[in-house]
């Protein structure tokens, strides 16, 4: 059974570890011996079944015929091996196992809640009818007393939990959602086959999350994350200690929506707190969106050199999001000359400035020379000033479709991982294909956003950016044969009909100009467009004709790379901007590339049949 669901898996662009093989061996036979004790031997079992839209997936779902009813009744399980627990100091959602890797985990119970809460959400069977799905935790091996400061009452509220001691009560509990000797097979093909529901992106809650109310469930290591920070709040004020907290993750894993879920949950608390980055960009979306209409929340968003100036630990909590975007100093042409003089290190403001300062970022992600945010400049400066980092490592995947074979196809592609590229073997989640030409690319798009998909063509920086022409028409500088589109505008105000720079990725008039690396980073559209340019092109014959990437300095027309720059570093920061590029889209992307034997090869990889 094991190499089955392993092999399933596999084609999932899912790799299965050792110790994820020996905890089905040992908790699903567990079950199913509840399962056949219970009289339940005719539930449907469905196994590491993913959650919509996302990479994670729920161990056990249990399809059936509820009882009183006779409505589908689904339950989530939640299964764990632990024989030893216990609650993180006084936090009601975290706790540590003995002998476990990691040091923080989520309360089974949270964990399984949040679960349900998803897919009610995001199933379309179920919409409507949240009483069809309940979850609950089973911790076969432990028993009570090794357990029970996780058997609070109001954390299992959330949903029960059971140990191997209180077996009898879980089959009790189960005989009372699922029908004895009813089938689940119906309900088990009604809830595979279900639609899935729109996903929530960011910026079209934003307003809500920071001012009402949590728009987002948060999964696993997201609500880790939080409640950490929240936890990390608390702390400080009592011990009077500062804290660090470290959350790393790979694009659409949700790091911003764990930052504004921070904000709105520690804002609405009364704290003092901030939300900054280093983008424009995402910084002038945030304030037109989330901000609209209130001047009190436009200020709860900074930029990274806003804290030259700024009182130690004046505020409880700064939420540093797109942390990989922090530079060498805050310095810039606009800083005064007292100031100036007496700058200091930019990531060493940032930690100074708040009791609690939140990094979220992605290493990967750096695409301009001088940007300095990876896990070990954080630490480093964190252990010069004798502060501890607790670090939380996001694993899902919550763009791309939840996609985690894309992602790890985007980065084989790159060479930003080991292994090479990959042919593209397919996901249900998610489209991916390659274009012929730039009109083909556009074409597909177009015929997306017919059917009410917001869609986005960005590309490399290998064309020159001019300014808007005096009559207010834009100038078509990405020239690729007979096709030609402008660059998404580099300026705060609207021109002929095209959004200002920072409402690009956000603005249905965006599709009308290409946009580049530096105004998609941190934003996510439906249908990605990407046109690979001439500044990276493979060739059959590099590294000693094993065929590799060549980056083409001379071809990019980014400003940043003019500078004394080593070819590896500025041959890194290209790489790592056409991941962000290729990562942006939440249901396919196609990609076209200028260069011939860069499009045959892209072809080769994902239709190979061709």
């Known amino acids: 059974m094991e190499s089955h669901l392993a092999t399933q898996l596999a084609h999932q662009g899912v790799s299965v570890g050792v110790g994820e093989r020996r905890s089905w061996h040992h908790s699903l036979p567990a079950l199913a011996r509840d399962l056949h004790d219970a009289g339940l031997g005719d539930v449907e079992v469905i196994l590491e079944h993913r959650l919509p839209l996302t990479s994670k997936r729920s161990d056990v779902i249990l399809a059936g015929v509820h009882p009183r009813t006779g409505d589908p009744s689904y339950v989530v399980v939640e299964l764990k091996q632990w024989t030893n627990a216990h609650r993180f100091e006084e936090s009601d959602t975290l706790v540590t196992v003995d002998g476990a890797r990691y040091r923080h985990t989520l309360h089974p119970s949270v964990q399984v809640a949040g679960y349900v809460d998803y897919m009610r959400d995001f199933v379309a069977t179920l919409a409507g009818k949240p009483e069809q799905i309940q979850g609950v935790a089973y911790l076969h091996n432990a028993v009570d007393d090794g357990v029970a400061e996780l058997l609070d009452p109001v954390t299992v509220a959330l949903a029960p939990l059971f140990t191997g001691e209180r077996r009898t009560k879980l089959h009790d509990h189960l005989r009372t959602l699922l029908a004895p000797a009813a089938s689940g097979a119906q309900a088990a093909d009604w809830l595979l086959g279900s639609a899935t529901r729109p996903s929530k992106q960011l910026m079209a809650v934003a307003a809500d999350e920071i001012r009402e109310r949590e728009q987002f469930v948060l999964l696993d290591e997201q609500k880790v994350a939080v409640d950490l920070v929240l936890h990390a709040v608390s702390?400080?004020?009592?011990?009077?200690?500062?804290?660090?907290?470290?959350?790393?993750?790979?694009?659409?894993?949700?790091?911003?929506?764990?930052?504004?879920?921070?904000?709105?949950?520690?804002?609405?608390?009364?704290?003092?707190?901030?939300?900054?980055?280093?983008?424009?960009?995402?910084?002038?979306?945030?304030?037109?969106?989330?901000?609209?209409?209130?001047?009190?929340?436009?200020?709860?968003?900074?930029?990274?050199?806003?804290?030259?100036?700024?009182?130690?630990?004046?505020?409880?909590?700064?939420?540093?999001?797109?942390?990989?975007?922090?530079?060498?100093?805050?310095v810039d042409r606009y800083t005064r000359k007292e100031v100036r003089d007496a700058a200091r290190k930019q990531v060493d403001e940032l930690l100074d400035a708040a009791r609690v300062p939140v990094f979220l970022l992605d290493q990967n992600q750096v695409v301009r020379p001088g940007e300095l945010g990876t896990p070990a400049d954080i630490r480093a400066a964190a252990a010069a000033k004798g502060l501890d980092v607790v670090q939380v490592d996001l694993d899902a995947q919550f763009r791309s479709g939840g996609s985690e074979a894309y992602i790890k196809w985007v980065e084989r592609l790159l060479g930003l991982c080991d292994g090479g590229p990959t042919p593209w073997e397919g996901d249900d989640a998610f489209d991916v294909d390659v274009a012929d030409s730039p009109e083909e690319l556009e074409a597909i798009l177009d015929s997306k956003r017919l059917h009410g998909y917001g869609a986005r063509i960005t590309a490399g920086y290998a064309w020159p950016?001019?300014?808007?022409?005096?009559?207010?028409?834009?100038?078509?500088?990405?020239?690729?044969?007979?096709?030609?589109?402008?660059?998404?505008?580099?300026?705060?105000?609207?021109?002929?009909?095209?959004?200002?720079?920072?409402?690009?990725?956000?603005?249905?008039?965006?599709?009308?100009?290409?946009?580049?690396?530096?105004?998609?980073?941190?934003?996510?559209?439906?249908?990605?467009?990407?046109?690979?340019?001439?500044?990276?092109?493979?060739?059959?014959?590099?590294?000693?004709?094993?065929?590799?990437?060549?980056?083409?300095?001379?071809?990019?027309?980014?400003?940043?790379?003019?500078?004394?720059?080593?070819?590896?570093?500025?041959?890194?920061?290209?790489r790592n901007a056409y991941k962000v590029l290729m990562t942006r889209g939440m249901v396919g992307t196609i990609i076209y590339s200028t260069d011939r034997e860069t499009r045959e090869m892209l072809g080769a990889l994902v239709d190979p049949g061709n």
Not at 306 to 328: C, P, Q, T, Y
Not at 490 to 509: E, F, Q
Not at 526 to 550: E, Y
Not at 564 to 572: E, F, N
């Open 235 to 330: 702390q400080a004020h009592r011990s009077d200690r500062k804290h660090v907290v470290l959350v790393t993750g790979g694009p659409g894993s949700g790091k911003s929506v764990i930052a504004l879920s921070l904000l709105g949950d520690l804002a609405r608390e009364g704290r003092s707190v901030v939300h900054a980055t280093g983008s424009r960009s995402f910084t002038i979306t945030l304030r037109r969106v989330a901000g609209k209409g209130s001047t009190r929340t436009q200020q709860l968003f900074k930029y990274f050199n806003n804290f030259m100036s700024a009182e130690k630990n004046g505020l409880d909590v700064l939420i540093l999001d797109e942390a990989h975007r922090i530079r060498e100093t805050s």
């Open 465 to 574: 950016w001019s300014k808007p022409r005096q009559d207010g028409t834009l100038v078509p500088d990405v020239q690729i044969g007979t096709w030609s589109r402008p660059w998404n505008l580099n300026d705060d105000r609207s021109v002929g009909g095209a959004p200002p720079s920072a409402l690009w990725a956000t603005d249905p008039a965006g599709f009308g100009q290409v946009g580049c690396v530096y105004t998609a980073q941190g934003f996510e559209y439906d249908w990605n467009g990407v046109i690979v340019a001439d500044d990276l092109v493979w060739r059959a014959t590099a590294n000693d004709g094993r065929g590799g990437w060549v980056m083409q300095r001379d071809r990019s027309k980014d400003p940043a790379f003019k500078k004394q720059i080593a070819d590896a570093d500025v041959d890194r920061l290209i």
